[in-house]
Each structure stands twice: as C-alpha cells, then as structure tokens.
C-alpha cells in the first residue's frame, strides 16, 4: 500500500511531470515562472484546484455519470468543476492576500482552461483508479507542476541578473532553460521501487 503511495505521488511529480514530460500547462508555466513568489503562489493555487478536482471527479464519474451511462459527459462535467474551484481559489485569494492576487493576474483564472488540470482528471478516470489513488495521483502531478515552475522561476531569476547575448534574451532563453529541464527530468524515468 505504502508503495502505491509513493509511486503515485512520486511518479506523478518526478516522473511523468505534467509539463515537462507530457507538455500540458505550458502557458501558465511559461508565462507565471517570472518570479519565485507568483510561482510558488499559482503552484499552491494549482496543487489545491488539482487535489480537490481528482477527488470531486472521481466521485462524481463512479457514482454518478458511470452509473447514469452518461460518461460521454465526463469532459464538459470535469471543465465545470474545475471552473468552480478556480473560483473559490480566485475569491479566497482576492479577499485574504490581494498582493498575490495582483501577481497571478491573467494567470489565476487561466487555471480553469490550463490543460493540465483536466488532463490529470481524465488520466485518472481513463487509468481505472478510485478515489485515493485518483486524489494521490492529481496531488503528485500538482506538486511536480509546482516543482517545475518554481525550478524555472529561480533559473529565470538568476537569467536576468545575467547578461545574455541580445538574439537569446527573453523567450529564447526561457524555452532552452526548460528545455533542459525536461532532459533533465527524463533522467527520473528509470526510477523503480
């Protein structure tokens, strides 16, 4: 039991990362990663939204659309779920730390249409598993999308005190920085326990 444990949230966080080895959520990845506290903030947003989403989905597939013979709905059902946590997550940073909120911007409602976040609840639903390993696995795979986006924060942090040449400045040197990111997480691959 223990085992499955780790593996889901291991493999979910290390070895199959959401961004840099399936490439979902790329948008709010690049487009968040500029600084290390927005990241680290829309990484705990994202690791909230995707925990509670598998565990909401989860349930709502088992015992409502398979049950009902309407698991075609499963996508339009996931989106609205997903939508309304982003809500909650919206409001309740708007109304406790409006600093944070500011520095999400765009960001914190895009959370909604970030491909990521519907793509653990399907993966979950498409790989059979129930209700804890659904949870255990959208929390493995939030806390590898927050490990990457604080991981580039930090590189993207230390790029602009840099002086890089004027061809590689900006977005180049972004996307060759998560480039090798995503090698570098390949390396976690050949994990096994």
Wanted: glycine share 8%.
């Amino acid at each position: 039991m223990l085992k499955n444990v780790i593996l889901l949230i291991v493999g979910g966080a290390l070895i199959n990362n959401v961004v840099l080895n399936q490439f979902l959520g790329i948008c709010s990845f690049l487009g968040v990663s500029r600084e290390m506290k927005a990241s680290a903030s829309l990484g705990g947003a994202v690791i909230f939204v995707i925990t509670i989403a598998s565990a909401v989905t989860s349930l709502l597939y088992t015992y409502v659309l398979a049950p009902l013979g309407i698991d075609y709905m499963k996508t339009i059902v996931f989106i609205l779920i997903i939508a309304a946590l982003v809500q909650i997550v919206e409001m309740f940073l708007k109304k406790t730390s409006p600093a944070i909120y500011q520095s999400l911007g765009i960001f914190l409602p895009l959370i909604t249409t970030n491909c990521a976040v519907l793509g653990v609840a399907l993966t979950n639903v498409q790989n059979e598993y129930d209700f804890l390993e659904s949870v255990l696995s959208g929390f493995g795979t939030a806390l590898g999308f927050t490990l990457a986006i604080v991981i580039l924060a930090s590189i993207r942090e230390r790029i602009n005190e840099k002086d890089i040449p004027a061809p590689l400045r900006g977005a180049p040197i972004v996307l060759i920085a998560a480039a090798l990111m995503s090698i570098a997480f390949m390396g976690f691959s050949g994990l096994s326990f």
